[in-house]
Structures are given as C-alpha cells and as structure tokens.
C-alpha cells in the first residue's frame, strides 16, 4: 500500500525544494527530470536512487501511479546523479523479487514496513 497523496502533495510543495540541491551531489539520491504529460511543464523529484546491474532502481513510495513515474514512463527524462546528467534510455515498473538484491537490509525492511511493491528501474545513458 503507497503512501498516501496527502503526504505526496506536501512532499511536492515543501519537502522536495529543501532536499533537491541536496540530491543532485549525495551519492545515495538522485533528481529525476521529467515532463508534464498534459502540461508540457519541467518537473524535478529527488529520489533515493539503487544501482542494479547497469540500471538503477527507484522506490515508487507513492505507487506506479504517481505523476512523476507515469511522466517518466511515457515521455522519458534525465537523471542528474553527483552533478552528472544521464538521458533515460528506458523505463520500467518491476517488483521486489527484481529490485531488492539492489538494496541495503534497512532500505528494505522500511520498504516492507510501509508495505512498497513497485520499483521504476531506469536504463541510464552512461556515455557523457
């Protein structure tokens, strides 16, 4: 079960801007740039963000319906991890028997305490 859309949308107006400038040069963390499906507007999300096999997982905490994974799930987006930018070459929902090699033991047992199933493995452009 997703956290709810009330803490989504306090995260979004307030938490997010304190922890963006954060997450574009800590190691664990990333910013997901993406764009409005409807809108067209630029969007930014900080992430915690999980290297598996020359991809990188991202917990969907908010579950794969959240506007942020379906943005980048339709139209793509950008990755900036430690000052880098990487395009996205491909996304996916995948579930826990995938993603969980790629995470620490307390990353996991918080996943499981707030009951998380959906992951959004990204297929990073690593050439820069």
Do not use: C
Not at 25 to 30: N, Q, R, T, V, Y
Not at 36 to 54: I, K
Request: net charge positive; hydrophobic share 45%; glycine share 8%.
């Amino acid at each position: 079960m997703p956290l709810p859309h009330v803490v989504a949308r306090f995260n979004k107006r307030v938490t997010n801007r304190f922890i963006e400038p954060i997450a574009r040069i800590s190691s664990g963390f990333a910013v997901v740039h993406h764009t409005g499906r409807r809108s067209g507007t630029g969007y930014s999300t900080p992430v915690n963000l999980f290297h598996l096999n020359g991809s990188v997982v991202v917990a969907l905490t908010y579950g794969p319906t959240a506007d942020w994974a379906q943005n980048v799930l339709s139209g793509g987006g950008v990755v900036e991890h430690r000052g880098v930018r990487h395009d996205i070459e491909h996304s996916e929902v995948v579930g826990r028997a995938v993603a969980w090699p790629a995470l620490p033991r307390l990353v996991r047992f918080a996943l499981r305490v707030l009951r998380v199933e959906d992951f959004l493995r990204l297929h990073l452009d690593t050439t820069v």
